[in-house]
């Protein structure tokens, strides 16, 4: 019982990854799109402040940040909301450094595609920021890529969705910092998933952009919320959630509260059923959720949409629940499993493309340790497989997990930081992206030095690797051929 889709998923084909999930993506993109933009936004952003702090602070970890023309950050965002008919109310897209709609107690109506206004708005207000090029470790392009590239996705020529891709990169290489290392030490974060970018060829019916592919941008490196399993030029970092807490404290608060809650149901599962793109593992867990009384459905199908874009809702369902079930999206990943573990919820994955060698730089290499793994072949209609799964870990194992899960917290939220270097200051995902960004130029520019040609790639690149290549016996989940 195969579909194409399971079949692209186990034997690979990065051609057919393209047809196969970014058109069902396109469809629910738009219907997400529609429900985000039915919420309001409140205040404008704060305008930035500038902190000057001892030079040993900032030591190694300056970021020169490029002053962009409005073409590619502010005026997409504008022109792109008006332009875009069924995003309404999108003007408000980027309000509160990109968190959305303000609920009060660090908890936001934050979308999903929202990285790349977040980041921005946060690596205004970084405290080693320079204007110096000599002194940068990294240089910062805040191109609003996934914003830009919306309104393309759907009915265009391939002219259309590249134009604004090759107007950045000529702009990029006329500037005096490119040429140092040939923008091997410059990045940027785009709000989506990677396919958007990837497009597999010149024909005007493949899906996305060529924007991954070209030279310039094949030197960056590019942080977005799902990264291409075969690709060293785009890293994966956390989705943005609905919790930006403000300080350590309000952080240690939810933590204590997540650890102490009562979770009446073994597993839970919050999602849709995919009408045309079947059997990818999701129909036969919602068909196993339903005929378990362990498991709670929060179905978001039809009517009860709505619900599923309720934080409140979606963190109800995860902080009383053990384990989350986490398959497929419309690609590898979803949002929901960084909404599960904020909510304290272990979460439960079937494939390891949907987390495991996706944010390597956020989530622990053991991953046994945080989450549980069923290989999706293991699910059959009606076997019950999960919830026998499940079952088998005891409470004490289940509570080590969560403990775990817990633990990484600071690491998957972005924060609330309107100011730094104050009491109860956190390492949040933002802080981890910008130091492992600059790992990865540090050890490019030794690599040059010591006449290393291929860059010979980080620590946490080559797990990923390791995991792709079957160190666990997974090849056959990425095999290309
Ligand atoms: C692509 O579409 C644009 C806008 O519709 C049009 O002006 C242009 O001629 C098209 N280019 C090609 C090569 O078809
Ligand atoms: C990419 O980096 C290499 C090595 O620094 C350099 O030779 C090349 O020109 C760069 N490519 C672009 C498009 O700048
Ligand atoms: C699914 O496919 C059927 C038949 O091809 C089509 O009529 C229907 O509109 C499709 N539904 C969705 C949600 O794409
Ligand atoms: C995490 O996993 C490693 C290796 O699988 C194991 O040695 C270690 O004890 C685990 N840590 C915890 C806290 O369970």
């Given at each position: 019982m195969l579909t194409p889709m399971t079949r692209y998923l186990r034997h690979g084909g990065r051609r057919t990854l393209s047809r196969l999930i970014c058109f069902p993506i396109a469809l629910y993109c738009l219907i997400r799109l529609l429900l985000f933009f039915s919420f309001r936004s409140s205040s404008p952003a704060t305008a930035l402040s500038l902190f000057s702090f001892a030079s040993s602070r900032c030591d190694g970890r300056y970021v020169f940040m490029h002053d962009l023309p409005p073409r590619f950050n502010a005026d997409l965002l504008r022109d792109n909301c008006a332009l875009s008919p069924w995003v309404g109310d999108a003007c408000h897209f980027a309000d509160n450094g990109g968190f959305g709609t303000d609920l009060g107690d660090g908890w936001?109506?934050?979308?999903?595609?929202?990285?790349?206004?977040?980041?921005?708005?946060?690596?205004?207000?970084?405290?080693?920021?320079?204007?110096?090029?000599?002194?940068?470790?990294?240089?910062?392009?805040?191109?609003y890529a996934g914003v830009e590239i919306l309104p393309h996705l759907w009915g265009t020529n391939t002219t259309v969705r590249d134009a604004v891709a090759l107007d950045l990169v000529r702009w990029l290489r006329a500037r005096p910092e490119w040429a140092a290392m040939g923008g091997r030490d410059h990045f940027m974060v785009?709000?989506?998933?990677?396919?958007?970018?990837?497009?597999?060829?010149?024909?005007?019916?493949?899906?996305?952009?060529?924007?991954?592919?070209?030279?310039?941008?094949?030197?960056m490196t590019t942080l977005l919320i799902e990264s291409s399993p075969w690709q060293e030029n785009d890293v994966a970092i956390p989705y943005p959630t609905y919790f930006?807490?403000?300080?350590?404290?309000?952080?240690?608060?939810w933590q204590n509260r997540v650890r102490h809650q009562k979770r009446p149901w073994l597993f839970s599962f919050a999602g849709a059923p995919r009408p045309n793109n079947t059997d990818i593992a999701r129909d036969v867990i919602i068909e196993q959720c339903r005929a378990s009384p362990l498991c709670k459905l929060l179905d978001c199908a039809g009517d009860n949409a709505h619900e599923c874009f309720s934080p409140r809702r979606i963190t109800e369902l995860f902080s009383s629940s053990v384990f989350c079930l986490q398959p497929l999206g419309d690609s590898y990943t979803r949002r929901s499993a960084f909404d599960a573990m904020v909510g304290g919820c272990i979460p439960v994955f079937f494939h390891p493309g949907s987390a495991y060698v996706q944010y390597v730089w956020h989530l622990p290499r053991d991953f046994r340790n945080y989450s549980v793994f069923i290989p999706m072949e293991e699910l059959k209609p009606g076997n019950g497989a999960i919830e026998r799964a499940l079952s088998r870990i005891s409470p004490e194992q289940a509570s080590a997990m969560r403990e775990a899960v817990v633990g990484m917290m600071p690491s998957l939220v972005y924060g609330n930081k309107r100011t730094t270097g104050e009491e109860g200051e956190f390492k949040d995902a933002f802080d981890l992206a910008v130091e492992k960004v600059i790992e990865r130029v540090e050890k490019r520019k030794r690599d040059t030095k010591q006449g290393i040609e291929q860059d010979a790639s980080d620590e946490s690149y080559n797990w990923k690797k390791a995991l792709l290549n079957g160190g666990v016996g997974w090849e056959h989940y990425f095999n290309q051929k």
């Open positions: 936001y109506v934050t979308s999903q595609f929202a990285l790349e206004f977040i980041f921005h708005d946060r690596m205004r207000r970084y405290e080693c920021l320079t204007g110096d090029p000599a002194r940068a470790a990294a240089f910062f392009v805040p191109f785009a709000g989506r998933i990677t396919c958007d970018f990837r497009r597999q060829s010149e024909e005007d019916g493949d899906w996305g952009s060529k924007l991954f592919w070209l030279p310039e941008l094949q030197n930006h807490p403000s300080t350590a404290g309000e952080l240690a608060a």
